[in-house]
């Protein structure tokens, strides 16, 4: 079964670190990209950027850009999503999702939750 | 604010044909046959009803369909059940640094 695994949940405080994962099975990691979207409690999908595992190649949206970090470790089939400095704004529900060169995100994570709190 | 329109909500009552529409520009929906259309369930994860305009991954009813008129895609479903009550969105391509741009999401209600 195609899978993608992500971890759980974090509780942060403004201007911590964090790195989250997600971790493919049930197919070969790197003939998929990684896609990461942001979802705000009660608001819509906002597409963050992507990363191809074979090579490591990126694509950050513009409006995300300089604030996040796309990585993948192809050796595990793992990709992560890291802040250096997070913000309060950065509280949202975080998918990982799989697509081909071509767009539609096909393969969902189960989504993880990151609530930046003081 | 969304690059892509859709409507805030949308109904129909079971067996009827409810049809969402999603409004961009030349740039994303009218410049690329690369519309899709996501079903989220509250508390899930979403999931992709339609990819391309109008193809369905394997395991999608066919009761859902796409299509796309110059700048307007759009999301039918036909002989609405209700299961099929979730948020929808729509996304287009745009560029590979707009790889997918959103739509606002429409709440489907089955009366």
């Known amino acids: 079964e195609v899978q993608l695994v992500q971890s759980g949940a974090e509780v942060k405080k403004p201007g911590e670190s964090l790195r989250i994962s997600c971790k493919g099975s049930?197919?070969?990691?790197?003939?998929?990209?990684i896609n990461w979207v942001r979802q705000i409690p009660g608001k819509g999908l906002e597409w963050m950027g992507r990363?191809?595992?074979?090579?490591?190649?990126?694509n950050y949206s513009p409006s995300f850009q300089g604030h996040v970090t796309i990585s993948a470790d192809k050796s595990i089939s793992t990709a992560y999503l890291q802040w250096s400095s997070l913000k309060a704004s950065d509280t949202a529900i975080y998918y990982c999702?799989?697509?081909?060169?071509?767009?539609?995100?096909?393969?969902w994570g189960q989504g993880t939750t990151v609530t930046v709190s003081s | 604010q969304s690059a892509l329109t859709q409507p805030p909500s949308a109904s129909g009552s079971p067996g009827q044909s409810v049809t969402i529409s999603c409004t961009g520009t030349?740039?994303?929906?009218?410049?690329?046959?690369?519309v899709s259309w996501y079903q989220q369930h509250p508390g899930k994860a979403p999931k992709l009803m339609i990819y391309?305009?109008?193809k369905r991954p394997s395991g999608v009813p066919d009761r859902f369909s796409g299509s796309k008129s110059g700048n307007t895609a759009s999301l039918t479903v036909s002989g609405l059940q209700a299961e099929d009550e979730a948020d929808y969105y729509c996304?287009?391509?745009?560029?590979?640094?707009?790889?997918?741009?959103f739509g606002g999401g429409t709440k489907l209600t089955v009366l």
């Open positions: 999702a799989r697509s081909e060169q071509q767009p539609g995100l096909g393969v």
């Open positions: 049930g197919y070969s990691f790197t003939n998929y990209w």
């Open positions: 990363i191809d595992p074979s090579d490591s190649y990126i």
């Open positions: 030349s740039s994303d929906v009218g410049g690329y046959n690369y």
């Open positions: 391309d305009v109008s």
């Open positions: 996304s287009s391509y745009a560029g590979n640094y707009n790889f997918e741009v």
